[in-house]
């Protein structure tokens, strides 16, 4: 009986190619393409192009053109060094990038930065840091938010109101908003009534024509700053008859004859 001798081949190694196989070698005009598979042995972006029904086609490779981190100005302690921060658009962070939607001048952010202990040591003392004011105040100078991991709102409501008027306006930052009422001298600007420590009943307006009265404003339309009577009553009701100037001397005529009438049928001082 001959004894078969085998030979012990070496083990063919398989190759699991696991790239996409929109376009097989020399089947197609098309390079190969060299993104990941999904499912049907094609990428996402070729499964898409096939769900559609259309034909498939090389994917365009997308160059990034956005610096990784923010090239805004940078915090308050060092403005002449870049911000950053990882960017989300145009180069910007987040914060830089709601400034240049304001249409305001890209200023350095403030210097916040307290560690995760520190922030949770004043929570249990019920203190918490204000970042426009950037003073630790007591909880029940902030407005309660259930958006907070505190359960206090970001600001405290000596700046929150600032903030929100910074947001609806679009000013460039809090201090923009203060610089406005500055610039009045804190007065009405139609009556000129002084606004005093306390009084809320002061508000910037703008024209109602361009935005929504209750919504955000562009920022564009803003017109000046008014109390709440001319705010609400005067200006409202000076734009709703049609802006006359006649208007006003008639109702002056009325109110002076009235008082004519009652000086005359009041007895003469004894």
Known sequence: MTDIQT??????????????E????????????????????????HNQQRAAGRELRPIRQRRRTMPEFCTGPGAEAQPNMPCGLPAIGRGWCNAHYQQHKRGGELVPLFTLRISQDEAHSLLEAGLKRCPACKNVKPLAEFSRSSAQLSGRSTYCVVCQPDYVLMRRFKFSSM???????????????????????????????????????????????????????????????????????TIVPVFEDYLRRYEHRRGESLPPEK
């Open 22 to 45: 929109a376009f097989p070698p020399g089947t197609s005009p098309y390079p190969p393409c060299e993104r990941p598979i999904r499912s049907n042995r094609l990428c996402d972006a």
């Open 175 to 245: 201090e923009a908003v203060r610089e406005f009422r500055e610039s009045r001298d804190h007065q009405c600007d139609i009556c000129k009534r002084q606004w005093q420590e306390g009084d809320n009943a002061f508000h910037i307006d703008h024209d109602g024509a361009c935005c929504p009265s209750r919504g955000p404003s562009c920022g564009k339309c803003v017109r000046g700053y008014l109390c709440q009577l001319c705010n609400t009553q005067g200006l409202s009701w000076y734009e709703l008859v049609g802006r006359s100037v």
């Open 7 to 20: 030979t012990s081949q070496p083990p063919t190694l398989v190759v699991d190619d696991k790239t996409c």
